[in-house]
């Protein structure tokens, strides 16, 4: 089952994630992608090593290229829908 994916988008217009995305190096971005796509069919079954829970019903989705790790942080709004909110 895939789940609905939003991003989090600013009042100013901005979106977090996709900026973060965009500013990576190719090789680096397909693995972020990746790992989204993952979580996309996860959702809420998603465990360790690709997602976490860290506090307050906020969520680490973790992505890895050789000696790099990347994140993204989420959360649940709704049945079936996680809120990607932004990334480092």
């Known amino acids: 089952m895939n789940w609905h994916m939003i991003f989090y988008h600013s009042t100013s217009g901005k979106c977090p ?5 965009e500013d990576l190096p190719v090789e680096d971005a397909k693995e972020v992608v990746a790992s989204i796509a993952a979580l996309r069919e996860l959702g809420n079954t998603a465990r360790r090593p690709l997602a976490d829970y860290l506090e307050d019903g906020i969520y680490e989705l973790r992505a890895r290229r050789f000696k790099k790790q990347f994140r993204v942080l989420y959360t649940f709004a709704g049945k079936h829908t996680i809120l990607l909110l932004a990334g480092f």
């Open 17 to 21: 994630v996709e900026e973060f995305v």
